[in-house]
T-cell receptor
Framework: GNSVTQMEGPVTLSEEAFLTINCTYT??????LFWYVQYPGEGLQLLLK?????DKGSNKGFEATYRKETTSFHLEKGSVQVSDSAVYFC???????????FGTGTRLQVTL | DAMVIQNPRYQVTQFGKPVTLSCSQT?????MYWYQQKSSQAPKLLFH???????NEADTPDNFQSRRPNTSFCFLDIRSPGLGDAAMYLC??????????????FGPGTRLLVL
């Protein structure tokens, strides 16, 4: 079956630090990969996505590259802000049973 | 702006008292989903509608039911809420068909409290 593994949180960084949140996956077929962000008390917002190998998704300074050879989709940002504090979910979708498979989420806390 | 709307944002109900949560969308997507998310956990899919076809997840309790009267609206009914049903309920939509996989877009969620 499909699964997503994310690094354990919480991740605590100072403002302007470099961010990496690791995500690896196992899937049958060729999944589409997503990062969603959830701010406190809110629903999930799509942050970025990639639909095939070597695609790079990017949005709001965040980037992630679909690496088929390492089955990874790590999230990166060069300089985090306090406003980036949230929970980040890596997810995949193979189109079977219309089901998104989520990782457990990684909480990011950015301090001044 | 096209979007997924959930009402109410906060719902308080009593143990055993039926409650209905609503979701509407202006994206004209043919698939609508309901997820349950408990604190510090990933969302868990309860069921989804592909057009008018209802698809229940195997481990979704019978206490949870859904209705989709038209393309735009979908309801989550909890027949007899228990304390363990207190959670955030997320509605999502996507467009699917002809083998295409599309992104799921989420609403802001309804936080349910059971007293």
């Amino acid at each position: 079956g499909n699964s997503v593994t994310q690094m354990e949180g919480p991740v605590t960084l100072s403002e302007e630090a470099f961010l990496t949140i690791n995500c690896t996956y196992t899937a049958t077929g060729y999944p589409s990969l997503f990062w969603y962000v959830q701010y406190p008390g809110e629903g999930l917002q799509l942050l970025l996505k990639a639909t095939k190998a070597d695609d790079k998704g990017s949005n709001k300074g965040f980037e992630a590259t679909y690496r088929k050879e390492t089955t990874s989709f790590h999230l990166e940002k060069g300089s985090v802000q306090v406003s980036d504090s949230a929970v980040y979910f890596c997810a995949l979708y193979t189109g079977t049973a219309s089901k998104l498979t989520f990782g457990t989420g990684t909480r990011l806390q950015v301090t001044l | 702006d096209a979007m997924v709307i959930q009402n109410p944002r906060y719902q308080v109900t009593q143990f055993g008292k039926p409650v209905t949560l609503s979701c509407s969308q202006t994206l004209n997507h043919n698939v609508m989903y309901w997820y349950q998310q408990k604190s510090s956990q990933a969302p868990k899919l309860l069921f989804h509608y592909y057009d008018k076809d209802f698809n229940n997840e195997a481990d979704t309790p019978d206490n949870f039911q859904s209705r989709r009267p038209n393309t735009s609206f979908c309801f989550l009914d909890i027949r007899s809420p228990g304390l363990g049903d207190a959670a955030m309920y997320l509605c999502a939509t996507s467009r699917e068909g002809q083998g295409r996989r599309e992104t799921q877009y989420f609403g802001p969620g309804t936080r349910l409290l059971v007293l």
